[in-house]
């Protein structure tokens, strides 16, 4: 079945993580609203995760669009180093385990979701909004709400600001958040470590009563570049590229391939939370078109 649009029909859609790139995603996400499409469950990781939490508390893309478009990106990086110099903050990742705090990111993100009237995931219909976070005290993937069972915390209670954080903390960048459950403290970061794009949470279910559009922050994976390395700091990003997208590509095959906007963001970097308005506005327009081109021959 081919849609070009006109009246409202319900899909289920999974955002992919990227870091500050998640602009893109807004961008694609006005297009797709255009179009009459709107979601009824959502997935996410990382920045995917915020996303998919401000349109599962009621945000419209233009709404969304204002938020980002107003807020001062650098602002949210809260140092875990009380001196700005190179070397302290490196000391600071050593004994810290992270560059910035990430407070001010769930600071944020509860404060935008609360003018909503969502603080926990009691505010959102069951099944609303899942996301990805990576346990590594435990060595296992955290899907949240649900696993928060496994911890002895009542799903329902959690904040969604604090899980969104959680998918959101990025490696050395972002301190690790700490889970206290019934069997001790773990450390919780990016989900992008294990899944940077849970489209596998919707054939999990077993029970797609809806389409399932996905948004992903990269290139098709047969276009994906070869890693240059001879030293430790490629040799680092490397490792944690394959991470982060081996999981996904295995999963996805040519039946998913026809339902996922690929977004190509070359030239930006994860964490380049110091980008101007014009490469804002660049990231939104270029996931825009995306879906633009995308939404043109999408058939379900």
């Known amino acids: 079945m081919n849609r070009s649009g006109g009246g409202n029909m319900l899909i289920d859609g999974v955002f992919s993580g990227g870091g500050i790139k998640g602009f893109a995603l807004v961008g694609a996400y006005q297009e797709i609203e255009e179009k009459g499409y709107v979601f009824s469950r959502l997935a ?55 560059l910035y705090k990430g407070n001010a990111l769930e600071t944020w993100i509860n404060e935008k979701l609360a003018l909503k009237g969502v603080v926990t995931f009691a505010d959102l219909p069951n099944q609303t909004l899942r996301v990805v976070a990576s346990d590594i005290t435990r060595g296992r993937m955290l ?28 490696p050395y960048f972002f301190q690790p958040v700490k889970l206290k459950g019934q069997d001790g403290v773990s450390l919780i970061v990016d989900g992008g470590v294990l899944s940077n794009f849970p489209m596998w949470l919707f054939d999990r279910d077993g029970r797609r009563t ?23 700091f490629q040799l680092f990003h490397a490792l944690f590229q394959t991470m982060k997208d081996a999981h996904d590509a295995r999963y996805i095959s040519r039946k998913h391939e026809k339902n996922i906007i690929f977004i190509k963001t070359n030239g930006t970097s994860a964490t380049e939370f ?27």
């Not at 920045?47 to 938020?67: D, M, N, P, T, W």
């Not at 496994?150 to 600001?161: L, N, S």
């Not at 110091?274 to 379900?300: C, I, Q």
């Open 44 to 98: 996410g990781t990382s920045a995917g995760s915020i996303v998919a939490a401000f349109i599962a508390a009621g945000y419209k893309s233009k709404e969304i669009y204002q938020l980002l478009d107003e807020l001062d990106t650098m602002k949210l990086l809260d140092s875990t180093s009380p001196i700005d110099f190179a070397l302290f903050k490196w000391l600071a990742v050593f004994w810290k385990l992270g």
């Open 143 to 170: 899907v949240l709400p649900d696993d928060l069972k496994k911890y002895g915390i009542h799903p329902k209670h959690f904040p969604v600001a604090r899980a969104i954080r959680m998918s959101c903390t990025i």
């Open 210 to 232: 809806r389409p399932v559009l996905g948004i992903k922050l990269s290139p098709h994976y047969s276009e994906y570049p070869k890693y240059t390395i001879h030293n430790s």
């Open 274 to 300: 110091e980008l101007n308005d014009e490469k804002k506005h660049a990231l939104v327009e270029t996931g825009r078109k995306a879906a633009r081109e995308f939404l043109k021959k999408w058939s379900y």
